[in-house]
């Protein structure tokens, strides 16, 4: 892999950058591998990645159906942070944030992470309440977190209106300084650059169409490209998860709903922290190329279309003129879906399954991103050693039938 | 310029029930037959809500006859009067100032029909009147709301017009 | 003359007005019927702004909604707009504008510094940089980076505007006003279809105000002039169709107070977003013109062809006076004969296409030419072509280079409606394939570029629709196919000679492209997403196809198989404010007043929002802290009297034979045997087992029963019933109605609330002998019929009125002149603490159990019920649940915080175990201290140990008791 | 912003409705005869095809009327409304 920085920029500046090599190779399929994993979003590719680097498990395809990191790895609003409400949540999360911390290095690609601190709002008694029991639980889990008040958020958001006579005013805030956000396909582009550079072999355009089982053990999965043989196969494909299931014979306690998301069109910097707000539901952030990226709930149905209504925005946008009445005239320049796989706990799935040999990895739902490093760090752990890591036990398949749930809905705030 | 105000002094009421012996009863009752198409009104003051239900519109509390003439049925006569407030937009341009909040079709409404559904955030009965008066029955702690909605809509409309 | 380039007579453009107008400090003037860029074109201006990324000077290229360069923001101050296109603002008297990133100057300006080290700056030159040393990203590389984000500056005050909406219907939506939409608006309209006619320009007629174009004898605007005067098609000009949703749903918005001044716009809304429902949709906008792709093509001076052409017709400008037209297509040739007409000189029409025979009308052509690149500083001097056949370069002097590379439809509605595309060999583009709603693409916005045929094509989708939706139309026969318009394949840009551009915002060039895809990111998606192609707020008009055309001659394959990015909404930007609409401010969120509310304001009540409504939390008097007026209100219930506005409980009158066995499935207790006039308090769960609601009930009748439910979840609830009842079990004979409005609830309640309510009423004995506990009276109340329960929340002897809701707040006025105490939300907390009544959403969480919070007893062993099967699970079994506990600090003065949470010691390392947390805490005025209601781990076995709270604030021991603080027994129910 | 055809209003914007999720999904006459897995199937499995989809849709806005539809998750085309308790109707060819 050749190293990138400024030198090798540099130095490729004067041959015309003629010579940069591939970010990974386009290699056809073999007939079979130890693992394949189908999915190329930013969790599979994270889970080659450490299969490769952790447990030195380089015989891993890669199979995603269209071009590398096209789902919602390349549509999310990149919010980043580890402030959850239940224990087993902050252990993963924060296990998270602790990879995004050394990600750029860890890969030599440039991830671009911001720490830019995340703020929750509170907008009534109830929410302060809920905002305040998140602060202390996350604290005791060695999560960074701190309560502020309305002058507080004011402070450290200059652009917010505390104003008190607004419908919902602001009345505080959680704050997670070491939240923030990252450039959402560069994370997906280094984990699949070191994933290749390790052995990996990337498949696009290579559409899983059957999973392949004998004697309730997998062999292998069918494919638009043939049939690829497995001693392991691990789903991860966020979406599509129920349809992969359902080729093994499995259901899944997962529902896939348009989440929408929109920019603006790119304004000097005015917004230098991530504000999200469940009572009046919006999540905003500016990027570094000066959008502002915004975000809210999902449509209600159903939809694998990857679109949804524009009702969805224009109530976020109202949202924000509560929050934020001087970016009324910052204009919408795109707005665009992805399609979340939900659980009906908000918490998501990394399991072994009933079937011998495939694993599943699914029910990020709106807020997987940020899970990428530690999502595809305990899932290369299930696979390789065919037994849960600690910090994924918990979200295992069977927790939908003992009722030991993790619900993530009540006190988290939003999901994201 | 479209005005809106609220009336008072209705009596309303709803009705539920179904079946022949229900209908017979309440037209005995009422002296009219409820109206059985979807989204229209009988003239004698019932709007249709649902299959099984109706809201009754009158000058004078009709729960006392109603349940008597009922007596026995499975049904439902619930006073509402006091539940829902009743508004009245008219004037030029009323059908617009209902369109700045209603995704509903508004230009095919005649009187004698009626719909429910949302002025922006409230849920609204609308009932064309003659004479391009709009009726629109409102929950009562909603009714502040509506109505500072339309005349914030009316406003507008009076700005927007070319000068 | 307005300016140098201002021609003498011609445009649409009203001279007999002077419009002085500020750009950059800098005064101009120039007419009604000029766009910003018109009016500076005319005095002569060529420098408009600063690209993104490397700060080049950039012109203006084009005359529409398409242009990538000339952003300014209008207005600075107040009013300030960012990132408009000049090319579209309409001129006012005393306009003012600025130029956007750059900085000191537009002339001088630093940032142009990164375009020294641009063989740096190549596309996803940051990925592979700013890695080391670690310590420097976050305080020297990442702040560097972000200086250099964003165009114009975001405005920072409220926006003095307001924008409205508006939801219309329609039988058929014409997008676009040219001729082709034109005479599909006007075929449809004659048919009786209702018909909208959207288009985004201030006038109709589309192209036809761009150029010379005659229909039969009628000059074009004429013709649009007079077709529109005559149709009963409802014609919204400055109305821009921005997106194409499901089910033929289009968003329109129309600019409403486009080219007034701030002054003159006189508080009318600036925009009206529409929500049209089309029945058929019928696209006709047009198509963009293609920049071609030569090494200094960004350099001011080089423009579009067509927009030279549309300058000329539309503001009377001629943007040059000698210049060179690179033709890829015909329309080229028309171009700069139009030029030349209008007194400019062409120095050659420099033909891309060897075997191009168009007719150059006595101009100089050179055929078979590629231009090499433009010549300069600042502003076009010249431009060097090649020639062939020895391609021999030559350089021509000029100060305009007007290039066409053809015509791209715009496809983009289309494309957002999800109907595909189709790639177009001789046009080389992409045009409108398979459609997937009723829509209709026509015109050049089809690939179809006669007048002729774009007006037979529009009149036959129209009058087509029209027939289709069944009016009476003669469909006119549809155009004969379309005429051959070809446009020769794009060039690859000569290499070292400059840059060549791409996407001209964002600062894409060629190389760019070619080092996209020597580093893999082949697929058009990643060719995107790696260079920022087609990202800028133009999103890729001018330069999506160019650059796919590009990565798909770099790989040897066919741009159809390169394929197109996802088209998405909006077409242009719509400002955020505009899309909010009117659901802001005072109207964000309906404010549910009670009956009391306009008392409890007049009285200084503060108040909480408790799901739509606001609740009195407290009635604070002079001086008061809230913990002094809570105090206070706890201290009159439990020693006198006090009433609480309680109008905001949903209430559900519940009807039918079978309504008692419908109220067994939905709670967890039973309801077979309670007696008429008599209430009992039930719960509800989810059937995953949790509690969900809770409330008391009463048999108000045979069956007849009247459900009151919590103030939030009044709807929800009211809905759970109506769902169980048609989805599961339509075999109830079961009435569900709301009353909640019907009714207004004041509750009084203390030792001497009888006193206080006996005056008042009639005809209920109100002994608590004669009215026992948990059950309902009706009667007179103030001479109203009203119903009175016997139901206490704080644990004294209460009575619940309920009055037809207009009713009630005279009652309650007399009641507080009587002596009885206003009291909020928040002593309602504190005295239902104390008895260890549960609040659903303080106790509960969605995770907890009627077993967790100690109600077993709830729990109807012989019946089933929502939800009980999921108690039998497992986990809902495990000793070790989260249970409900009192919670005492051992310093008697502190009152917990809320949301503490539980630990066994104090000052552990994380990870602490935690045992739970405070779910209610508050001062207790009876008992002159600090109390708290938790979940605790196992916490019911656990009375009398010391645990700890951890909050912010700081930990705290406490001990854990029994949830009931106050009278255990009972004994003050009845006073 | 999809229309919504209800069996008694008719067409109605979306806004004006409930999603209620996968149709047919009856509630078990015994839960207690069930086991913990079968139990966990009814509350939680549910099928989320890609293609067309049976599904509970109530005109809150409106009449109030819970109603099924078979609409297609991808182009959200809607294929047939019925009544609650009525059986799934035979998909029409032409659902995309
Ligand atoms: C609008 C939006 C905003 C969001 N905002 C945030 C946020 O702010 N913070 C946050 O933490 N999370 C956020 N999320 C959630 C986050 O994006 C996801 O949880 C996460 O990206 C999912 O993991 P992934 O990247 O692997 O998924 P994806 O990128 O979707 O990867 C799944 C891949 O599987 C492939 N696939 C599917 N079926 C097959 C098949 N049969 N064969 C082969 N391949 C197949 C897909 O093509 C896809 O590439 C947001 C999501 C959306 C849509
Ligand atoms: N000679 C050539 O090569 C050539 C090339 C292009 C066009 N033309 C001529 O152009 C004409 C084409 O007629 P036409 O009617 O198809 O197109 P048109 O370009 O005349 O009209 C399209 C109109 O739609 C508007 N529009 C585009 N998108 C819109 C949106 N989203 N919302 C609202 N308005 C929108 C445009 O501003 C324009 O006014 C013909 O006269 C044809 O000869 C010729
Ligand atoms: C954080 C973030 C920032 C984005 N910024 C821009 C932008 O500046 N310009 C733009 O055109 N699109 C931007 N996009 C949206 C993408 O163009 C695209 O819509 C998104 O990746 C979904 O893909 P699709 O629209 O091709 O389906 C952004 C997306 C994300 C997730
Ligand atoms: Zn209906």
Known sequence: MARYSIFSLARNALTGHRDWPKLWRAPEPRPAYEVVIVGGGGHGLATAYYLAKEHGVTDVAVVERGWLAGGNIARNTTIIRSNYLWDESAAIYEHGLKLWEGLSRELNFNVMLRQRGVLNLAHTEHDVRESIRRVNANRLNGVDAEWVDAEGVKAFCPPISISPKVRYPVLGATLQRRGGVARHDAVAWGYARGADARGVDILQHCEVTGIRRVAGRVTGVETSRGFIGAKKVALVAAGHSSMLAEMAGLRLPVESHPLQAMVSEPLKPVLDCVVMSNAVHVYISQSDKGELVLGAGIDAFNSYGQRGGLHVLEDQLAALMQLFPSFSRARLLRSWGGIVDVCPDASPIVSKTPVEGLYINCGWGTGGFKATPSSGWTFAHTIARDEPHPLNAPFALDRFTSGALIDEHGAAAVAH | MAEVREIDGLSLAVLRGGGAEFRAAVAGALGFGLPEAPNTVAAGGALWLGPDEWLLVSGEDQTGPLEEALEGQHCAVVDVSEARAVLELSGPGATEVLASGCRLDLDPLRPGACAQTALARAHVLLEPRAGGVWRLYVGRSFAAYARAWIEDAIALQAMSAPP | MTGPRRLPEGGRIDRSRDLSFRFDGRRYTGHPGDTLASALLAGGVRLFGRSFKYHRPRGVMAAGAEEPNALVLLEPGRFAEPNLRATEIELYDGLTAESVNRWPSLRFDLGAATGLASGLFVAGFYYKTFMWPPSWWNRIYAPAIRRMAGLAKAPGEPDPEIYEHRHAHCDILVVGGGPAGIAAACAAAAAGARVVLADERPLPGGSLLDGPQRIGAEDGPAWAARMLAGTSAQMLPRTTAFGYYDHNFVTLAERLTEGLAPSERAGRPRQRIWHVRARRVVLATGAHE?????????????????????????????????????????????????????????????????????????????????????????????????????????????????????????????????????????????????????????????????????????????????????????????????????????????????????????????????????????????????????????????????????????????????????????????????????????????????????????????????????????????????????????????????????????????????????????????????????????????????????????????????????????????????????????????????????????????????????????????????????????????????????????????????????????????????????????????????????????????????????????????????????????????????????????????????????????????????????????????????????????????????????????????????????????????? | MMRIECPWCGGRDETEFHYGGEAHIARPPDPDALSDEAWADYLFMRANPKGVHAERWMHAQGCRRWFNLLRHTVSHDIVAVYPMGAPRPEAPETAR
């Open chain 3, 290 to 975: 293609r920049p071609l792709v030569f090494p200094g093509n960004d350099r001011p001076g080089v423009m579009l062809a067509g927009a030279v052409t549309a300058y000329i017709h539309r503001h009377a400008v001629l943007p040059g006076s000698r210049a060179v037209f690179l033709a890829n297509d015909d329309s080229v040739y028309a171009a700069a004969r139009e030029f030349a007409r209008h007194g400019g000189e062409v120095a050659a029409i420099a033909d891309l296409r060897a075997d191009s025979t168009a007719d150059g009308g006595g101009l100089p052509v050179l055929r078979g030419a590629a231009p090499v690149r433009s010549l300069g500083h600042g502003r076009v001097r010249g431009i060097e072509v090649a020639t062939a056949p020895d391609g021999r370069t030559r350089r021509i002097a000029c100060d305009l280079v007007a290039m066409g590379g053809g015509w791209n439809p715009a496809v983009h509605l289309f494309s957002q409606s999800r109907g595909a595309l189709r790639w177009d060999d001789g046009l080389r583009t992409f045009v409108p394939g398979r459609s997937a709603q009723a829509e209709r693409s026509v015109g050049a916005a089809a690939g179809r570029f006669d007048l002729e045929g774009c007006i037979a094509e529009g009149a036959e989708a129209g009058a087509a629709f029209a027939r289709e939706l069944g009016f009476e139309a003669s469909v006119p026969p549809a155009p004969p196919g379309r005429p051959p318009h070809p446009a020769a394949a794009l060039l690859s840009p000569p290499t070292g000679g400059g840059k060549a551009f791409v996407d001209f915002q964002n600062d894409v060039t060629a190389s760019d492209v070619a080092l996209a895809r020597r580093e893999g990111m082949h697929s058009v998606e990643h060719l995107k997403r790696w260079t920022t192609l087609g990202m800028a707020t133009d999103q890729g008009k001018t330069s999506n196809i160019n650059g796919l055309a590009l990565m798909a001659a770099g790989l040897g394959v066919p741009p159809a198989a390169v394929g197109h990015t996802t088209f998405r909404p909006p077409y242009t930007p719509v400002p955020f404010g505009a899309l909010a609409g009117r659901n802001i401010a005072a109207l964000a969120d309906p404010v549910r007043r009670t009956p009391m509310q306009d008392w409890q304001e007049a009285g200084g009540a503060v108040f909480e929002p408790v799901g739509q409504w606001l609740r009195a939390r407290y009635y604070p008097r002079d001086g008061e802290t809230m913990r002094e007026a809570v105090a206070r209100e706890c201290r009159a219930v439990r020693e006198a009297a006090g009433i609480l506005d309680a109008s905001t409980l949903g209430k559900i009158d519940i009807r039918g034979p079978d309504a008692a066995e419908f109220l067994n499935r939905i709670y967890t207790n039973g309801w077979k045997t309670l007696g008429i006039g008599r209430c009992r308090y039930g719960l509800m769960l989810g059937e995953d087992g949790m509690v969900f609601d809770d409330g008391v009930t009463t048999r108000t009748g045979e069956h007849r029963y009247l459900m009151t439910t919590t103030s939030g979840n009044a709807a929800a609830v009211l809905e759970w019933l109506e769902e169980w009842l048609q989805t599961e079990w339509p075999e109830l004979r079961v009435y569900c109605t709301s009353v909640t409005e019907q009714w207004g609830t004041i509750t009084v309640s203390g030792p001497h609330a009888r006193v206080l309510l006996e005056p008042l009423v009639e005809d209920i004995d109100l002994d608590p002998a004669a009215f026992p506990f948990l059950s309902m009276r009706e009667g007179r109340i103030d001479g109203v019929p009203g119903r009175i329960f016997r139901i206490a929340f704080t644990g004294e002897l209460s009575y619940e009125v309920n009055l037809p809701w207009r009713r009630a707040a005279p009652v309650w006025a007399k009641l507080a002149e009587a002596g009885a105490v206003p009291y909020g939300t928040e002593a309602m907390h504190v005295l239902r603490a104390e008895k260890g009544f549960i609040v659903v959403g303080h106790e509960t969480d969605g995770t907890v159990t009627p077993v967790d919070l100690g109600m077993e007893r709830m729990l109807s062993s012989r019946k089933d019920f929502i939800g009980r099967r999921s108690l039998q699970r497992p986990d809902c079994l495990r000793a070790d649940r989260k249970q409900l506990v009192g919670l005492l600090p051992e310093d008697a003065s502190e009152v917990l915080q809320e949301g503490a949470q539980l630990v066994e010691a104090p000052g552990g390392a994380p990870p602490v175990p935690m045992l739970g947390h405070v779910t209610s805490s508050y001062w207790s005025p009876t008992m002159g201290r600090g109390f708290a209601l938790a979940l605790v781990r196992g916490g019911r076995a656990r009375h009398g140990d010391r645990i700890w709270a951890s909050a912010t604030t700081g930990e705290s021991r406490v001990r854990i008791v029994d949830p009931v603080f106050y009278d255990r027994e009972g004994a003050r129910l009845d006073g």
